[in-house]
């Protein structure tokens, strides 16, 4: 089992809509997540982290922790076509300091 | 401004060639790591230094080298004994206690000619 797991995609919504991003983690010590943006060609940007389990909002942008099912997720409301990008979840297993990423998954926001 | 430069952009290597990628920072951040992505994949962690000549293996070590003689520069050098060096390289730096957050250069890509 690979220690973080994202569905590949590609995954396509419709301008306004929510994109919905899925990351499962293998490490039950594993205490804090973090969401990277990657457009084509370029380099990640974090845009996102949650510690705590729960619903973390930063304007559009929703971080969704459950740390029983060891799941987390990205919520992006109102998708607008510039959220179009590859989106990497990652995460230090246990105790490691150094983060583990998962294979991301790839989103398009059709106008 | 402050941010992390690699260079070349883009970069190619003959067989049993080695090949070094530059990496230089002005954020002040004591932290430096390389990573690989191969298409359709995540970042796999090659090498990484939480201070001057000091660095640890990460996941995909093997075939690779660097050093860290300045707070300012981490190259990258891939060996001929990398069998398989295409990929997209990125350098990224954080401050010690920041591990998790990265930032990241632009990246270089390495192709086998």
């Known amino acids: 089992q690979k220690e973080v797991e994202q569905n590949s995609g590609p995954l396509s919504v419709p301008e306004g809509a929510i994109a919905s991003l899925n990351c499962t983690y293998s490490d039950r010590g594993s205490q804090s997540f973090f969401w990277y943006r990657q457009y084509s060609g370029k380099s990640p940007e974090l845009i996102m982290f949650i510690y705590s389990n729960g619903d973390k909002e930063d304007g559009r942008f929703t971080a969704q922790l459950n740390k029983a099912s060891q799941y987390v997720s990205l919520l992006i409301r109102d998708s607008q076509p510039s959220d179009s990008a590859t989106y990497l979840c990652a995460v230090p297993p246990g105790s490691a300091r150094q983060l583990t990423f998962g294979s991301g998954t790839q989103l398009t926001v059709l106008p | 401004d402050g941010g992390i430069t690699q260079s070349p952009k883009y970069l190619f290597r003959k067989e049993g060639q080695n090949v070094t990628l530059s990496c230089e920072q002005n954020l002040n951040h004591d932290a430096m790591y390389w990573y690989r992505q191969d298409p359709g994949q995540g970042l796999r962690l090659i090498y990484y230094?939480?201070?001057?000549?000091?660095?640890q293996k990460g996941d995909i070590a093997e075939g690779y080298s660097v050093s860290r003689e300045k707070k300012e520069s981490f190259p990258l050098t891939v060996t001929s004994a990398q069998k398989n060096p295409t990929a997209f390289y990125l350098c990224?730096?954080?401050?010690?206690?920041?591990?998790?957050?990265?930032?990241f250069g632009s990246g270089t890509q390495l192709s086998v000619l």
């Open positions: 230094s939480q201070i001057v000549n000091d660095f």
């Open positions: 990224a730096s954080s401050t010690t206690g920041g591990y998790e957050k990265l930032f």
